[in-house]
């Protein structure tokens, strides 16, 4: 059985001594790649999938769960848009690599959506890993390193 330390944070949950909520994924300088516009978007992405985490302790959490996810797909796919552009507008080499993983992300956000649409109310835990571990790998690696093409390129 496991024994759990009623004052331990745990990400996106209360701690019992104290009304403080734990970031699924604090927001860091280290995530910006460098080009206002995407920072802007990462930044709100990142606060989304923060209000998702805090939605576990809400009494109507299933409800809030729908609605939050279904703003964090459609801002997703503004932000895709965005990077898309950008790309196409510079000239990136690396964009057909990159695109791919976009895509990747809205096949696995769209299997989400028809596991919601059949009656199940996904595993917060589940949820929140997933996204914050694809958004952090995602930033850090391809959103780098097309952030340091476009910085290149005199776009900032
Ligand atoms: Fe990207």
């Known amino acids: 059985m496991a024994i759990v330390a009623p004052d331990v944070a745990v990400a996106g949950l209360r701690t019992h001594q104290e009304e403080t909520i734990v970031p699924v994924l604090p927001w860091s300088t280290l995530f910006a790649v460098g ?3 995407i920072d802007d978007q990462h930044r709100k ?3 989304i999938l923060n209000r998702l985490g805090e939605a576990e302790n809400d009494a109507a959490a299933a409800a809030m769960q729908n609605l939050i996810l279904d703003e964090l797909t459609e801002y997703t796919i503004l932000h895709f ?3 898309e552009r950008l790309m196409q507008q510079h000239g990136y080499e690396a964009s057909t690599h990159h695109i791919g993983e976009h895509h ?4 696995a956000v769209k ?3 028809a596991r919601r649409a059949a009656g199940e109310t996904l595993p917060f835990d ?3 890993t ?6 952090t790998n995602h930033i850090m690696g391809s959103d780098k390193a097309l952030g340091l093409s476009l910085n290149r390129k005199g776009v900032y």
């Open 45 to 47: 992405l990142v606060g």
């Open 130 to 135: 997933f996204l914050r571990d694809w958004l």
């Open 111 to 113: 299997a989400l959506h």
């Open 35 to 37: 080009v206002q516009e």
């Open 81 to 83: 848009a965005t990077e």
């Open 126 to 128: 589940e949820l929140t």
């Open 104 to 107: 990747h992300l809205v096949d």
